[in-house]
């Protein structure tokens, strides 16, 4: 993936201008950048990350200990739903699930309280995203090879 | 229908919490009225593997009793101006039993809710002259260990009428507030999963009848505030200082949602 960090910063749409339709799925890719499995499957375990894992079990995530039950498990999710919704339900789960305690990863306002990461102190004004655009399209990619059987 | 690889069952179980073979706690309860999401409560010792519940049956095995015996030793040692102990005016922890079951409680004097830390330390400033102990530092978590323990097996009974009352709906306001980037409210995590599994940990309807708790992770007895803030830490949001109005008010709701358990501190957890 050699693209320039400037053509792909340019093409990289802002959280607070993402485009969802009524059902909350989002058609266009966040970066234009295809996703890379690999890179989100690890974004996916990382605590610090997406820690996925925390809430969901992935049966293809069987390497990574303590897998959760908050959420549904995510084994077959690429068979029940499509790119789109799975890149909305990503971005702000809310607007597939309202009052989904899913966290919003590609969001950057609207919070209470928000803090700086995991350390307990208040949010930068610049607060980022809990993921980039690309660690979205990332993760996507690898759900996207979470069929049944 | 999930069927989890490898993690352990998900509810509670139903042992029954009998400390030095004498101290009969009551670790399930029908919930209070007002605690909507449960029809019962059910104390944090009966979420924990059978090795951790283990520690908190007998005060040999607990490592939070170390604690208390510092407590003690402190609660006959004079402090400040006026040359007193603790037991100068008290006599012995056990003169201070029920306090830990009726706390947080409204001060009529202080027109305020006060917490068993700000009354130790109302004492040590305005009785015996004496500097205040830092809110969450070790000689007060061991204090408060020292008071909850002459209270064990008594039943929690937390007012929430009366002038408290302002105070507790701030607090329950509070309880159900998503805060942080994660966007969670006490609630998502302690009455919509509790019984289920957030990684590692299994998660209970974070009841504070337990409290200062020993906890295995750090080492250490640690405080409700102290608590409170890792919880809120957790969903990424800016947390409150221990002993401010926020954290008190938040504890008095939460302490009154045990009402009916029993007193169990100091427990023991991971």
């Known amino acids: 993936l050699a693209m320039a960090p400037l053509a792909s910063a340019q093409g990289v749409v802002a959280p607070g201008d993402v485009v969802f339709d009524d059902y909350g799925e989002v058609a266009q890719s966040l970066t234009g950048v295809p996703g890379n499995p690999e890179a989100g499957r690890t974004v996916m375990a990382t605590r610090s990350l997406g820690n996925c894992v925390a809430c969901h079990q992935v049966s293809a995530m069987a390497d990574v200990p303590f897998q959760g039950n908050v959420g549904p498990s995510l084994d077959g999710v690429a068979d029940r739903w499509s790119e789109a919704q799975l890149r909305g339900i990503l971005v702000d789960a809310d607007r597939t699930f309202p009052d989904s305690i899913m966290p919003a990863f590609y969001k950057t306002d609207g919070f209470i309280r928000p803090g700086d990461g995991y350390t307990g102190k208040a949010a930068p004004p610049d607060l980022p995203p809990i993921l980039t655009a690309q660690q979205i399209e990332d993760v996507l990619a690898y759900l996207l090879t979470l069929h049944e059987n | ?270």
């Open chain 2, 1 to 270: 229908a999930l069927l989890m690889a490898g993690s352990g069952s998900a509810d509670p179980d139903h042992d029954d919490l009998i400390v030095n073979g004498e101290i009969d706690m009551i670790e399930r309860a029908p919930a209070p009225p007002y605690v909507e999401a449960f029809d019962e409560i059910i104390s944090g010792w009966s979420f924990r593997s059978d090795e951790t519940q283990a520690l908190q049956m007998d005060d040999f095995d607990n490592p939070g009793m170390l604690g208390v015996e510092r407590a003690r030793v402190m609660f006959d040692t004079p402090m400040g101006s006026g040359g007193q102990a603790c037991s100068s005016c008290h006599e012995t922890p056990e003169a201070l039993r029920g306090v830990r079951a009726t706390y947080p409680k409204w001060d009529e004097e202080r027109q305020t809710v006060q917490t068993v830390e700000m009354q130790v330390n109302e004492c040590l400033t305005e009785r015996m002259g004496a500097e205040p102990l830092g809110y969450d530092s070790p000689e007060m978590v061991d204090m408060a260990a020292l008071i909850a323990s002459v209270s064990r097996g008594m039943v929690v009974n937390v007012a929430i009428d009366g002038p408290a009352r302002p105070v507790w709906e701030q607090g329950r306001e509070l309880y159900y507030t998503r805060f942080g980037q994660l966007e969670l409210a006490c609630a998502n995590c302690h009455e919509d999963n509790a019984g289920r599994m957030i990684r590692a940990d299994h998660l209970s309807q974070g009841q504070i009848n337990g409290f200062p708790t020993y906890r295995l992770n750090n080492a250490a007895l640690i405080s409700v505030h102290n608590r409170f803030r890792g919880c809120i830490r957790d969903t990424r949001a800016e947390t409150f200082p221990v002993g401010s109005p926020e954290l008190v008010a938040l504890e008095l709701y939460v302490a009154s949602r045990g009402n009916g358990l029993t007193v169990e501190g100091p427990a023991v957890r991971n």
